[in-house]
Nanobody, 124 residues
Framework: QVQLVESGGGLVQAGGSLRLSCAAS????????MGWFRQAPGKEREFVAT????????GYADSVRGRFTISRSNAKNTVYLQMNTLKPEDTAVYYC?????????????????WGQGTQVTVSS
């Protein structure tokens, strides 16, 4: 089992940047495919980004491609989400998730473990 703790959320103006971190503990971090999801008030949780075990491959939602970058450090047991050119519609609670298995994963149902979330608020 793995425990996930997100950090780095906050309030930022439109056009600004934030970097989210997700620290993992427990079973070997490098054996998990990792993902970021977000949920805005009154909306369903949606996929943001995913990265394979070795960081060789990444995947993004169309709404964030070119603005967000997912990365990981297996030495530090941490996955990151660099968010640039933020927009008010990026406002949401952001969740980190881990998946036992191979390949990029774009659906929340594919993930086994979840963090508690971190709030990101983008003001216009």
């Amino acid at each position: 089992q793995v425990q996930l703790v997100e950090s780095g959320g906050g309030l930022v103006q439109a056009g600004g940047s934030l970097r989210l971190s997700c620290a993992a503990s427990g079973r070997t971090f490098s054996t998990y495919v990792m993902g970021w999801f977000r949920q805005a008030p009154g909306k369903e949780r949606e996929f943001v980004a995913t990265i394979t075990m070795s960081a060789g491959n990444t995947g993004y939602a169309d709404s964030v491609r070119g603005r967000f970058t997912i990365s990981r450090s297996n030495a530090k047991n941490t996955v990151y989400l660099q968010m640039n050119t933020l927009k008010p519609e990026d406002t949401a609670v952001y969740y980190c998730a881990a998946r036992t298995g191979y390949g990029l994963a774009y659906k929340s149902s594919q993930y086994n473990y979840w963090g508690q979330g971190t709030q990101v608020t983008v003001s216009s």
